[in-house]
């Protein structure tokens, strides 16, 4: 018998071997991705199949990040993927085909990024446009033009990303850690490099960085998506295998970390209001057998409210936020949670909680409930992560930076295996006081003795790419060929797969899509921040916050522990004019959550001990914002366009802590009253889903619930300010934020607001090769970022304005070419090849964000909440090709006025700083 199997296991190898695409040698296929190598050159190929949305993502990974630097070339990685995108002899600006514009011509989401040890870069675009995805980054492989005058506009940009993370208390406080930490391995410094190494590590240096890593031995190319496997094989064999393999070995990282033989502490102390706490300890290598023990762990600390920390301390009032940095990497690294203190919270105080509870693990183990629910949230993270694929790419990525793409296979079977003895152990071996690196954020007061710096801004994370919205299609300039042409004319239907209903009042779409066994939803009520009383502003806010803390007959931990069993998600926020909510489960759940969505919307409980709670993390949070450039900057801006009555007018942050101070719980439940019910009330449900069980769940869960408002019609604004420049000082900032704007008096509904959507998208609206960035960034080498935009304009009219960020030292640079490219724009318009080109964009760009439930999910909502019907989402794209060039030049003209601008800036700058 073993003979037997032996004979036909080798005949089945030697079928499966002859069955090769040519030039290509099948390695392993395992969860529906297979693994090609490309025998020429030893070039890694993935591909996965999904044929459910017209879009792939093509994605290249080089193993090289900054584990391969060394000092004097710190921040070389993120440099060098910077001007990746400045060309080839066959892709560049100056014959004009600039990489973001062939790309971004078709609607391509594309970006790069650069990590501890990898980098990679990816589109995201119709499949029809594989081809062209698949030469440009073979051809910038081994052909990049890597020249001087490119670096040194670029090294400015480059440091000025630098001089943003230095203003976050939470990011300049890592990198302490990790150099504290690690003192030997390359992790030791961060990658965006030393500041010194960002600005003075020479072109040649970047050049020998290219010569030595990128080549097609050291990459991993991934295709995931809709395409077909032999045309896509043929493709890269076409392009790739025509580059030779590295001339010398790829070099190896050999230095491994000394064992630590004591505690260490670092403490910054900078400008700020909020104090942070990290305590670091070494773990393995990702690889690891005990890795899987440790993904477990960090859900039973950190992960949602029935986590231990967040019972410890948010919920105890010794903390007003908390985050926990952990991810496998390829090397031995960090697991750190950071503690962002409530006022009057010691450090001391926090970091010893921190360790009571390793202690408590090491002591007394997990219990059989908290494990479960950490299994079944990674299990739901895992199917939501299958999403798109771009989301599958995403986390493949992580996977060969490790070192083993099965990694992303092979997770659940291993985090199955976990047991409550294996997550003790590992808190035992490595959670130890003589492995540990503390590290102190102390906020002191403006002008003492203190470094740059502030309290921590949003969105904050270690990952260093081109911009800082990595959903955001990059858009670019190009010609308009035949095939973009043919894009514009390809209809959308998808409202064949969708149904609207009203259900026990309530407006609810559902849309049935290809992906397997997820379920996004997202709507909205009318009892936004614009119907609080005058008396105090925080009403809705505080009302929204305390929604998921605790029903008539659910305390917080028990609803929390409901959805977190489930491994689900489900949120609320509140802005202008609504309540929000968006959810995230499998569709065998969706029954479960949206009861749990229905009891909190209906039976709060609204206790005084919860909302003592809410306030005191609220004040934190205030007292953040005082200290961010970006919120004083819009702040400011929104006080000197709009009327107090205007709803975009909002309130100061000042305000809000002063308001806040006299909310009461009798205001909140009054509030609730008042404005809560199904009224006004949107659901949308997107994903693996039957449209009558849909209706069916919301039915049996909302009917009976009565009550709520409609959003009212509000004014036009009228012109309160305008040609004022206004100056909002904040110490020790080390980037100063720039805001330019003044009211359009429109709508999202109005007819004009589309021309002027697409004029603006021209000027700056998200892209590289937008005239912003191209000219402002790309070529003066002014900025990391700027852009323009209209906003707040969905039940009002709202502004637009142009955002941006500048070293104070280049501020008066960046402000007079930010104003001479407005002039600009204003008298002359823009041209016809740059208007065709965005509509082209747009339109592509609009298929590539439908193609995951959240992007549907957030188009249609914003459709339905602008009055539009359900047609016009297959319909858009004909509303944007209907737009003639006349439309989009009259309305620059019509509705922006350089002469009439408000301008403000916030950070450590003077007017002369601005005008000098």
Not at 454 to 466: C, D, I, T, V, W
Not at 604 to 619: A, C, G, I, Y
Not at 727 to 745: C, F, H, N, P
Not at 805 to 812: A, C, E, N, W
């Amino acid at each position: 018998m073993n003979k037997l199997l032996t004979l036909l296991f080798s005949l089945s190898m030697m079928l499966s071997a002859s069955n090769d695409p040519e030039g290509f040698s099948k390695i392993k296929e395992m969860g529906g991705i297979e693994e090609y190598r490309l025998e020429s050159n030893g070039l890694t190929v993935l591909l996965m199949e999904d044929n459910s949305a017209p879009v792939l993502t093509f994605m290249v990974t080089y193993k090289v990040g900054s584990r391969n630097e060394v000092t004097g070339t710190t921040g070389a990685t993120h440099v060098l993927e910077h001007l990746m995108f400045k060309g080839t002899e066959k892709y560049n600006k100056e014959n004009g085909g600039h990489i973001d514009a062939k790309l971004g011509n078709i609607g391509a989401m594309l970006n790069a990024t650069t990590w501890l040890d990898r980098t990679n870069y990816y589109e995201s675009i119709p499949s029809d446009y594989l081809e062209l995805a698949v030469d440009i980054e073979s051809d910038r492989m081994r052909n990049l033009l890597l020249r001087d005058e490119d670096r040194q506009a670029e090294m400015t940009v480059v440091r000025n990303e630098f001089e943003r993370g230095e203003n976050s208390p939470f990011q300049s406080l890592d990198k302490e850690i990790w150099a504290a930490a690690i003192i030997a391995h390359p992790y030791h410094h961060s990658t965006i490099g030393w500041r010194s190494d960002i600005e003075n590590v020479p072109i040649e240096k970047l050049r020998e960085f290219y010569d030595t890593f990128y080549w097609p031995n050291n990459a991993t190319v991934t295709v995931i998506g809709d395409f077909q496997k032999d045309s896509a094989l043929e493709l890269i064999k076409k392009y790739y295998g025509q580059i030779p393999s590295s001339p010398y070995p790829i070099p190896e990282v050999y230095t491994t970390e000394p064992e630590q033989q004591g505690p260490r502490r670092v403490t910054l102390k900078r400008s700020g209001q909020i104090g942070v706490v990290g305590i670091a300890h070494k773990i393995p290598k990702g690889t690891s057998d005990e890795t899987f023990s440790l993904l477990v762990l960090e859900k039973i600390l950190s992960e949602g409210k029935s986590s231990r920390l967040y019972k410890a301390l948010i919920d105890q009032n010794k903390a007003v936020n908390m985050y926990l940095s952990y991810m496998p990497f390829r090397d031995e690294s960090l697991f750190i949670p950071y503690v962002m203190l409530a006022p009057g919270v010691t450090h001391e105080k926090v970091e010893k909680i921190i360790l009571d509870e390793y202690e408590k693990i090491k002591n007394e183990g997990i219990t059989k409930e908290e494990l479960e629910r950490a299994k079944n949230q990674i299990f739901a993270q895992t199917a939501f992560s299958r999403d798109g694929s771009f989301s599958i790419a995403s986390e493949l990525n992580e996977s060969i930076a490790m070192g083993d793409w099965t990694f992303f296979v092979r997770k659940i079977e291993n985090i199955n295996k976990v047991t409550e003895e294996d997550v003790k152990n590992v808190v035992s071996k490595y959670f130890i006081e003589d492995k540990s690196t503390t590290g102190y954020f102390i906020p002191v007061t403006a002008g003492a003795d203190a470094e740059a710096g502030k309290a921590p801004q949003r969105n904050e994370g270690k990952l260093f790419y081109r911009t800082p919205n990595q959903e955001e299609p990059v858009e670019a300039e190009g010609e308009l060929n035949a095939a973009t042409t043919q894009l514009l004319n390809e209809e959308i239907k998808i409202t064949d797969n969708m149904k609207r209903e009203n259900v026990a009042g309530i407006d609810v779409i559902s849309a049935k899509t290809g992906v397997d066994n997820v379920i996004t939803f997202r709507g909205s009520l009318a009892a936004g921040d614009a119907f609080s009383p005058k008396t105090n502003s925080l009403a809705a806010d505080v009302t929204g916050a305390l929604l998921d803390k605790g029903t008539k007959n659910k305390s917080k931990f028990e609803l929390a522990e409901e959805l977190e069993n489930l491994g689900a998600s489900l949120r609320f926020s509140v802005s202008t004019h609504t309540l929000d909510f968006n959810g995230k489960c499998l569709s065998k759940d969706f029954d479960k959550v949206i009861s749990l969505l229905a009891e909190q919307l209906r039976e709060p409980s609204f206790t005084q001990e919860e909302f003592d709670k809410v306030v005191n993390q609220k004040l934190g949070g205030l007292k953040q914002s005082l200290e961010e450039p970006n919120v004083r900057a819009e702040e400011k801006m929104n006080d000197l366009l709009f009327d107090e009555n205007h709803p975009n007018h909002g309130t100061s942050v000042q305000k809000a802590i002063d308001d806040l101070s006299k909310l009461t719980l009798d205001d909140v439940k009054e509030f609730y009253s008042k404005y809560y019910g199904p009224k006004s009330m949107i659901l949308v449900a997107v994903g693996d889903l039957e449209h009558a069980s849909v209706q069916s769940s919301i039915s049996n869960s909302f009917n009976g619930w009565e009550g709520g408002v409609e959003i009212p019609s509000y004014e036009k604004g009228q012109i309160k300010t305008s040609g004022k420049t206004e100056i909002v000082r904040l110490e020790d900032k080390t980037s100063a934020t720039i805001q330019i704007g003044q009211i359009t008096g429109l709508k999202n509904s109005d007819k004009d607001y589309l021309p002027l959507t697409i004029a603006n998208q021209v000027f700056g609206g998200g892209s590289f090769t937008a005239r912003l960035m191209s000219i402002i960034r790309d070529e003066e080498g002014l900025t990391y970022g700027i852009y323009a935009s209209l906003s707040n304009d969905v039940y009002t009219d709202g502004l637009w304005s142009i955002w941006g960020t500048f070293s104070p030292d280049l501020l008066s640079k960046g402000y007079s070419s930010t104003m001479r490219e407005l002039k600009r724009w204003v008298a002359e318009g823009v041209s016809e090849e740059e208007f065709n080109n965005v509509k082209t964009r747009l339109i592509g760009s609009y298929k590539v964000r439908l193609a995951t439930t959240n992007g549907m999910a957030s188009t249609i909502l914003s459709f339905i909440q602008r009055g539009y019907d359900l047609d016009y989402i297959d319909n858009y794209p004909k509303e944007i090709e209907a737009v003639s060039l006349e439309d989009v030049n009259a309305a620059v003209k019509k509705y922006i006025d350089p002469e009439k601008v408000v301008v403000v800036v916030a950070g450590t700058v003077t007017e002369e700083d601005l005008k000098k």
